[in-house]
C-alpha cells in the first residue's frame, strides 16, 4: 500500500500529520444544491440534514468545511470528523439564520459550503429564500431644533413595499426618555403600506438645550410577514432666548461719572421669561448687581468698587443670565479699567517665588530713594491666584511674628529703609506664591531666599522685576550633579497659556511646549523633572509673554550640596552698548563663571576685557566647560561669535582674589536691529577657609 505523510519538525522533534490515513479517497455528494425557505422577520434558523457524503478509494481523512459567497446567515457541520472510504456516509446539516434579512420571494440569497478530506474536494450550494413583504422606510428630512414649549413642523416618514405590494402594519414608537413628546401618524398604531406617515415633535413639556432621540419601528400585522424596520429621529430642543440692551459694560476710572452705577434692559420678546444672575467661573470682588433673580421685561443695576483692588490693570468680569426655561445662557462681559492714576500708585514690579516656611524664609529689602514720603503696597498670591497670607515679621521693630496678611501698606520717608521677612514655621509644609509691589516715588526693592536646614544658612537676592519684555530666557546648567528650578507667575487677571521653548546650548530646539496659569496664579518647579529633556545638559528655556499678558519669571541653580543662588532672567530687549561687572573673584577656593546667550535671531559678535585694580590689561587662564575642562593660555580679552540661540559658559581661574572686569560688546552686528541679549552672570561658590 502507498504510505502518504509529511515529517513536521518543532524544536528538533517529529511526528506524523496525515494527508489522508494509509490511502488516497474522493469525495462525493448526493446532491450538489440544498434549498431553505424562512419567513421575513423570523429570528429562528431553519436546517437541511439531507445532504450525504460519501468517499471512494482507500483509507481515511479528516473532513474540513468552509462558507464563501459573502453569506453569513449560513453555517454547516458535518456528522463525523473523518470520513472512510468505502464506508458509512456522513450527513451534512445546512443552518441559515433569517435574523436581520428583507423578504427576496424572487432572489434567494446564496452560499457555497466547500468540503475537502484528503486532498479532494466538493462543493454544495445553498439557496436561501425568505418569503414575505419587503418593506422600507426612511424620513423625508432631518427635524430642525424646536423651540421649548412649541410643536414642531409637520414630517413624514415615507413607507414603501417592494415590488408594488401592500400590507398593513403595526407602529411602535419609543423616545430616549421615556416621554410621548414624538407623535407618529396622529398617534395611530396602524396603517397600510405604502403611504408617508406623518411625524411631529411635541415641545411643550421639553426644556430647552437638550437634545433628544426616538424610534419608529414598522412591522407587518397582514397575512405576509416582513422584516420589521425602525427609523430614528433626532431633535434639538432651544429655547426663547433673552435678549440683553447693551450687550456689554465699560467701566473706567478715568472718568469719575463711569462708576456709576449703570444698567441694562433684559428682554424676550411676548413671552416673560424667569432668569437667575450669576458671575462667570471666577467670581470678582470688584463687580456686584442688584438681584440674583428677575423675570423679563428687566432693568438690570450693575455696579464696580476699586476699593479692593491695588493692582494697575484692565479688569475683565463676565455676568451669566440663565433663562429659567433652559434657553441659551446670555453672557454680559464687563471691562472695568482701573487706571495707575486712580489707585494713587505709579510705579509696580513684582518677584516671582516667594517661599515661607519648611526652613525657608524670604526677606523683602523696600529703600525710598526720593526726596519725599512714598507709599508702597505688596500683595501675596498663591500658586492658584489667591491671596495669601503670611506671618510677617519686622526685624527693625520686633521679632514676634504679625498675624499673617496677605496684603502690606507702609509709608517711608525720604532715605527710609524697610525690612520685612516671612515667619513661617519649619515644621509645616512650605509655602510658595509671588509678590507684587505697588508704589509711588522713587522705590528701590530687592528680596532674599533663606535656607537654614542642614548646616549654614544660605541666601541667595531675588532682584525686583519692572520690566514688561515679550519674552524671558533662562539659563540651565543640569550637568555634574546641578539642578535649576524655575518659578513663573500671571501678573494679569486673566488665565494665560505661556508659550516654552527650550533649546540646547548651540540654540537648536529641543522642545516647544505652553504651561497655563490661572490669573494672578505661579508655579514652581525643576526643571529636569517637568522637562526630563533638559536632564544632563547646558541650555536655555524661553517663556513668551502672551499677547496682552504680562508675566515675571526667575530661575534658581542648585549646585551639589546645600548652596545654591538665583539665575536673572534675560529680556528679548537686546543691549547695544556693552556692559560691566563690578567684581570678579578667582583662586583662594573662587570661581567666577560667565553665561551669555544670543536671544537674537542672527549671530551676535561678544568682546570681553578683564581688568586689574590699576586698569591694567589682566590676563587670566579661562575654562570653557562646554568643550574641554583644560584651562586656556592665560588672556586679557574674549573675543566670540554666537549663533541665534546659543549659549557661552566661561569661567576664570587663577591666583588672583577679586579683580574688575569690564564687558563690553556689540550684540546686534554693527547698527542691525536683531533683538540680542548676552547675560553676564557672577556664580560664586562658597568661600573655604585654608
Known amino acids: 500500500m502507498n504510505l502518504h505523510f509529511r515529517l513536521v519538525f518543532i524544536l528538533g522533534l517529529f511526528y506524523f500529520v496525515p494527508g489522508s490515513l494509509f490511502g488516497a479517497i474522493t469525495l462525493q455528494l448526493d446532491q450538489n444544491s440544498v434549498d431553505i425557505s424562512a419567513s421575513a422577520g423570523s429570528t429562528k434558523p431553519v436546517s437541511d440534514s439531507n445532504t450525504n457524503l460519501s468517499a471512494t478509494g482507500s483509507g481515511s481523512a479528516n473532513i474540513s468545511i468552509s462558507i464563501s459567497g459573502n453569506a453569513p446567515w449560513l453555517t454547516a457541520r458535518a456528522s463525523s470528523g473523518t470520513i472512510t472510504a468505502g464506508g458509512p456516509s456522513v450527513t451534512i446539516t445546512i443552518t441559515a439564520n433569517p435574523t436581520g434579512l428583507h423578504a427576496n420571494n424572487q432572489n434567494p440569497y446564496k452560499g457555497t459550503v466547500t468540503i475537502s478530506a484528503g486532498g479532494s474536494t466538493v462543493t454544495l450550494t445553498v439557496n436561501f429564500t425568505v418569503s414575505g413583504i419587503d418593506i422600507s422606510a426612511s424620513l423625508r428630512a432631518p427635524f430642525a431644533a424646536v423651540m421649548a414649549g412649541q410643536q414642531s413642523p409637520t414630517n413624514t416618514i415615507t413607507l414603501s413595499v ?3 405590494g401592500s400590507t398593513a402594519v403595526q407602529i411602535a414608537v419609543s423616545t430616549d426618555d421615556g416621554g410621548n413628546w414624538l407623535v407618529v401618524n396622529n398617534n395611530q398604531a396602524a396603517a397600510q403600506a405604502p403611504a408617508s406617515i406623518p411625524v411631529t415633535v411635541d415641545a411643550t413639556s421639553l426644556r430647552a438645550g437638550v437634545n433628544h432621540s426616538g424610534n419608529v419601528t414598522f412591522s407587518c400585522s397582514g397575512s405576509s410577514p416582513c422584516l420589521p424596520i425602525t427609523v430614528s429621529v433626532s431633535v434639538s430642543i432651544t429655547g426663547q432666548s433673552i435678549t440683553a440692551s447693551p450687550a456689554s459694560l465699560i467701566f473706567s476710572t478715568a472718568n469719575a461719572s463711569t462708576l456709576q452705577p449703570q444698567t441694562v434692559s433684559l428682554s424676550s420678546g411676548a413671552t416673560p421669561i424667569g432668569f437667575t444672575l450669576s458671575q462667570g467661573q471666577v467670581s470678582t470682588s470688584w463687580l456686584s448687581f442688584t438681584t440674583s433673580s428677575m423675570t423679563t421685561p428687566a432693568t438690570l443695576t450693575v455696579s464696580v468698587s476699586g476699593a479692593m483692588l491695588r493692582q494697575q490693570a484692565i479688569y475683565s468680569g463676565n455676568i451669566l443670565i440663565t433663562p429659567s426655561n433652559g434657553g441659551p445662557v ?12 486712580s489707585t494713587g500708585f505709579s510705579g509696580s514690579g513684582s518677584m516671582a517665588q516667594v517661599a515661607s516656611g519648611g526652613f525657608w524664609t524670604t526677606t523683602f529689602t523696600l529703600v525710598n530713594n526720593g526726596t519725599t514720603a512714598a507709599q508702597i503696597h505688596i500683595n501675596f498670591f ?12 519686622f526685624p527693625q521693630t520686633s521679632p514676634t511674628p504679625a498675624a499673617p496678611a496677605a496684603t502690606l501698606d507702609r509709608t517711608l520717608n525720604p532715605g527710609a529703609m524697610l525690612i520685612v521677612q516671612t515667619a513661617g514655621p519649619n515644621n509645616q509644609a512650605v509655602q510658595t506664591g509671588w509678590a507684587q509691589l505697588l508704589y509711588n516715588g522713587n522705590i528701590g526693592a530687592y528680596s532674599v531666599f533663606g535656607q537654614t536646614i542642614g548646616g549654614p544658612a544660605q541666601e541667595a537676592v531675588v532682584p525686583l522685576e519692572t520690566r514688561t519684555p515679550g519674552l524671558f530666557v533662562i539659563p540651565f546648567d543640569t550637568t555634574g550633579g546641578y539642578a535649576t528650578g524655575v518659578a513663573l507667575a500671571n501678573l494679569t487677571t486673566a488665565a494665560a497659556t505661556i508659550p516654552v521653548v527650550i533649546r540646547d546650548d548651540n540654540g537648536n530646539i529641543l522642545q516647544s511646549t505652553t504651561i497655563g496659569l490661572a ?11 517637568r ?42 530687549s537686546g543691549i547695544s552698548s556693552g556692559g560691566a561687572m563690578a567684581q570678579v573673584a578667582s583662586a583662594g577656593f573662587w570661581t567666577t563663571t560667565f553665561t551669555l546667550v544670543n536671544n ?25 566647560p562646554q568643550t574641554s575642562p583644560t584651562p586656556s593660555a592665560p588672556a586679557a580679552t574674549l ?5 541665534p540661540g546659543a549659549m557661552l559658559i566661561s569661567k576664570r581661574l587663577g591666583p ?7 564687558a563690553g560688546r556689540n550684540c546686534y552686528l554693527a547698527a542691525t536691529s536683531a533683538r540680542t541679549r548676552c547675560l553676564a552672570r557672577l556664580l560664586g561658590g562658597r568661600r573655604r577657609r585654608p
Open 531 to 572: 522637562f526630563p529633556i533638559t536632564a544632563q545638559r547646558r541650555g536655555t528655556v524661553q517663556f513668551q509673554t502672551p499677547a496682552g499678558g504680562q508675566i515675571t519669571v526667575l530661575g534658581l541653580r542648585f549646585p551639589p550640596g546645600p548652596a545654591f543662588s538665583t539665575i536673572p532672567a534675560l529680556a528679548d
Open 639 to 643: 573675543d566670540r561669535t554666537l549663533n
Open 162 to 164: 417592494a415590488n408594488n
Open 330 to 341: 446670555v453672557n454680559l462681559p464687563v471691562s472695568f479699567d482701573f487706571t495707575p492714576s
Open 656 to 662: 588672583i582674589r577679586k579683580q574688575f572686569r569690564q
Open 600 to 624: 537674537g535671531s542672527t549671530q551676535a559678535q561678544i568682546h570681553m576685557n578683564f581688568f586689574d585694580d590699576n586698569g591694567n590689561p589682566l590676563a587670566v587662564p579661562l575654562i570653557f
Open 382 to 393: 498663591d500658586d492658584n491666584g489667591n491671596p495669601l497670607p503670611l506671618p510677617l515679621i
Open 519 to 529: 490669573a494672578m496664579g505661579h508655579i514652581s518647579f525643576d526643571l529636569g523633572t
